[in-house]
């Protein structure tokens, strides 16, 4: 069975500065996906960045980067240069390589405050 | 940017009655989902949509919810006999192959 775990309910971070929010995952699959996706306090899911298992280099989106880690199963979401409206609930979501490809499982997520 | 619509943003129901939640997924995407978060929960998968049939299901989606495609633009979730527990929000997704999905706004569903 897979799992996605995110160790931090929340984070405060001063605006211009780098955060690092934390995500591992457990799965047995070859081959899988890694998303990040953020939700503000509006409720709306909003996809930030994707991780195929198979890709050898970090996936970057703007301020988004992500650090892959296929050896520790860790797929942590770096921002740079937090900006105010960035403050949001951060999710790690997961979906298998195989039949399935689509249906993601989520961590519980961690909720980022960024100050000024 | 083409994007997910859901309507209504807000459903209030009644214990016992038949809710419909609608989604307009982006236009040539083929791939659709329905997940849904309880207050201060994490995103929960429902089912997966894809070709007119439901790919996958998980176990929340038992006899009393369906989805269906019933033209070439809208995809339903349908709760037969709404619970007390089924207050949620539910998010609507649609993606293409092996692409990453893209969530709606969300239908916050409130059964009194």
């Known amino acids: 069975a897979q799992k996605i775990t995110q160790t931090q309910p929340g984070m405060f971070v001063q605006e211009k500065e780098a955060v690092t929010l934390d995500c591992t995952y457990d799965t047995s699959d070859q081959s899988y996906g890694l998303f990040w996706y953020k939700q503000p306090s509006s409720g709306e899911m909003i996809f930030l960045i994707y991780?195929?298992?198979?890709?050898?280099q970090n996936a970057t989106e703007g301020r988004y980067s992500l650090n892959f880690q296929k050896a520790r199963k860790s797929a942590n979401l770096v921002i740079s240069a937090s900006q105010l409206g960035d403050s949001a609930m951060y999710f790690c979501?997961?979906?298998?390589?195989?039949?399935?490809?689509?249906?993601?499982?989520f961590g519980a997520g961690t909720q980022v405050v960024v100050t000024p | 940017e083409p994007e997910v619509t859901q309507t209504p943003s807000h459903q209030v129901t009644q214990m016992g009655q038949e809710v419909i939640l609608r989604c307009v997924p982006i236009s040539n995407h083929l791939y659709f989902y329905w997940y849904r978060q309880i207050l201060g929960q994490k995103v929960e998968f429902l089912v997966s949509f894809y070709n007119n049939e439901i790919s996958e299901k998980s176990e929340i989606f038992d006899d009393q919810f369906s989805v269906e495609r019933p033209d070439g633009s809208n995809f339903t979730l349908k709760i037969r006999s709404t619970k007390l527990e089924d207050s949620a929000m539910y998010f609507c997704?649609?993606?293409?192959?092996?692409?990453?999905?893209?969530f709606g706004d969300g239908t916050r569903l409130s059964i009194l």
């Open positions: 979501a997961m979906s298998p390589g195989s039949d399935s490809w689509g249906k993601l499982q």
């Open positions: 991780q195929g298992s198979y890709d050898e």
């Open positions: 997704a649609s993606s293409e192959a092996h692409q990453p999905q893209h």
